[in-house]
């Protein structure tokens, strides 16, 4: 087995993989160097040049700097005109790099031209069940901005079935890959629309936090009126979820005074330790409740209101206010939504 020529390895590191970190979040460095481990993996059951296959794994995805549609064929372009490659490789070699690149588009029906192109077009298949869901909301939110929640939902469904599932246009063209076995098990969850639609909502939800946090951090940056904060980021989380009431009860003496908030009205003064939002001022400590109804001493500001999550505001080791959300729907809120709310609550 050669080995790869330090050189080359330095410049795929050094010049060609901070190329990725202008794409899209589906296409970043992590992607570059997942195929070019899984590419090597399987060049190992087959009679090919290694350092061919790592800078055509390398260099796959190179065009989507130019056009996403045929971002395989400007890849394959980029490629010929590489001139540190010459040092290295002859005119034949380079072409077929170029080739590997060019066919390893999954769409693509006719079958890679060469052994090369077969490996890049396989390892470039990230057939881990969570990753392809991930990948396929990550593009639906970047590209469809105006859908809805719904609309996601159906893209991402349309998506895994015409390239997933059985008679799906993804074709697997190295049988020894561990990708049929993830196949099958990632068509078991196409199937199951239930399963399916879990995951879709603990993926959609950390996304659109991901996004949130950033423009939360700036809108309160350099503001510090903690009222004028609470009110834009009540409006920031409520109009990005659709929450049934969003906003924030003010530590005034031994009670919670209303603050802002978004959504119906709501009780104006909460005793400590009462309730959801008195409770976690007194425990000091973020409560996410299922179910409201199983919570001992809630109040009941809304009978609308069926899962609720409270998280506790601290300024200078001191609690001076609770975020309150309320949800219509029972087990809105998990750990992701205390995760990023804790964090979000810090910039005020
Ligand atoms: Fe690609
Ligand atoms: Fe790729």
Same mark, same amino acid.
């Given at each position: 087995m050669t080995a790869i020529r330090p050189e080359i390895s330095s410049w795929i590191e050094e010049s060609v993989l901070p190329r990725y970190d202008a794409f899209d979040k589906g296409h970043r460095r992590d992607h570059a160097q997942y195929v070019i481990g899984t590419a090597l993996e399987l060049s190992g059951h087959y009679d090919v040049d290694k350092e061919m296959i790592a800078v055509a794994a390398a260099c796959h995805d190179l065009g989507l700097s130019v056009c996403r549609e045929t971002h395989h064929l400007e890849s394959g372009r980029i490629i010929r005109e590489l001139t540190e490659l010459r040092k290295w490789f002859s005119h034949g070699q380079?072409?077929?790099?170029?080739?590997?690149?060019?066919? /390893?588009?999954?769409?693509?029906?006719? +079958?890679?031209?060469?052994? #090369?192109?077969?490996?890049?077009?396989?390892?470039?298949?990230?057939?881990?069940? &969570?990753? *392809?869901?991930?990948?396929?909301?990550? #593009?639906?939110?970047?590209? #469809?901005? +105006?859908? &809805?929640?719904?609309?996601? !939902?159906?893209?991402? *469904?349309?998506?895994? +079935?015409?390239?997933y599932a059985d008679g799906g246009y993804l074709r697997l063209w190295i049988p020894e890959s561990s990708n049929a076995a993830r196949l099958e098990e990632l068509r078991r969850t196409i199937r199951d629309k239930a399963a399916l639609r879990a995951v879709f909502e603990a993926v959609y939800k950390a996304e659109i936090y991901k996004d949130l946090l950033p423009k939360a951090k700036a809108i309160l940056e350099g503001e510090d009126d903690m009222i004028a904060g609470m009110a834009n980021l009540s409006a920031l989380l409520h109009q990005a979820f659709h929450f049934w009431w969003t906003g924030f009860y003010r530590v005034s003496g031994k009670q919670l005074i209303l603050g802002p908030f978004q959504g119906p009205l709501a009780c104006t003064r909460i005793p400590y330790g009462r309730g959801v939002c008195g409770t976690a001022w007194a425990r000091k400590e973020a409560?996410? *409740?299922?179910? *409201? +109804?199983?919570?001992?001493? /809630?109040?009941?500001?809304?009978?609308?209101?069926?899962?609720?999550?409270?998280?506790?505001? !601290?300024?200078?080791?001191?609690?001076?206010?609770?975020?309150?959300?309320?949800?219509e729907k029972l087990g809105t809120f998990d750990e992701t939504d205390r995760e990023f709310l804790e964090e979000t609550v810090t910039y005020l």
């Amino acid at each position: 087995m050669t080995a790869i020529r330090p050189e080359i390895s330095s410049w795929i590191e050094e010049s060609v993989l901070p190329r990725y970190d202008a794409f899209d979040k589906g296409h970043r460095r992590d992607h570059a160097q997942y195929v070019i481990g899984t590419a090597l993996e399987l060049s190992g059951h087959y009679d090919v040049d290694k350092e061919m296959i790592a800078v055509a794994a390398a260099c796959h995805d190179l065009g989507l700097s130019v056009c996403r549609e045929t971002h395989h064929l400007e890849s394959g372009r980029i490629i010929r005109e590489l001139t540190e490659l010459r040092k290295w490789f002859s005119h034949g070699q380079i072409e077929i790099i170029a080739q590997a690149a060019e066919d /390893h588009r999954a769409s693509s029906q006719s +079958e890679p031209r060469t052994i #090369y192109g077969k490996i890049i077009a396989e390892a470039d298949r990230q057939i881990i069940p &969570d990753v *392809v869901i991930r990948r396929t909301i990550q #593009y639906g939110l970047k590209n #469809y901005p +105006e859908m &809805d929640k719904e609309g996601h !939902w159906q893209r991402t *469904v349309e998506h895994l +079935e015409q390239k997933y599932a059985d008679g799906g246009y993804l074709r697997l063209w190295i049988p020894e890959s561990s990708n049929a076995a993830r196949l099958e098990e990632l068509r078991r969850t196409i199937r199951d629309k239930a399963a399916l639609r879990a995951v879709f909502e603990a993926v959609y939800k950390a996304e659109i936090y991901k996004d949130l946090l950033p423009k939360a951090k700036a809108i309160l940056e350099g503001e510090d009126d903690m009222i004028a904060g609470m009110a834009n980021l009540s409006a920031l989380l409520h109009q990005a979820f659709h929450f049934w009431w969003t906003g924030f009860y003010r530590v005034s003496g031994k009670q919670l005074i209303l603050g802002p908030f978004q959504g119906p009205l709501a009780c104006t003064r909460i005793p400590y330790g009462r309730g959801v939002c008195g409770t976690a001022w007194a425990r000091k400590e973020a409560i996410v *409740v299922p179910d *409201v +109804e199983q919570f001992p001493g /809630h109040i009941a500001c809304s009978s609308e209101s069926r899962s609720e999550i409270v998280v506790p505001v !601290w300024k200078d080791e001191e609690i001076i206010a609770v975020l309150d959300i309320d949800s219509e729907k029972l087990g809105t809120f998990d750990e992701t939504d205390r995760e990023f709310l804790e964090e979000t609550v810090t910039y005020l």
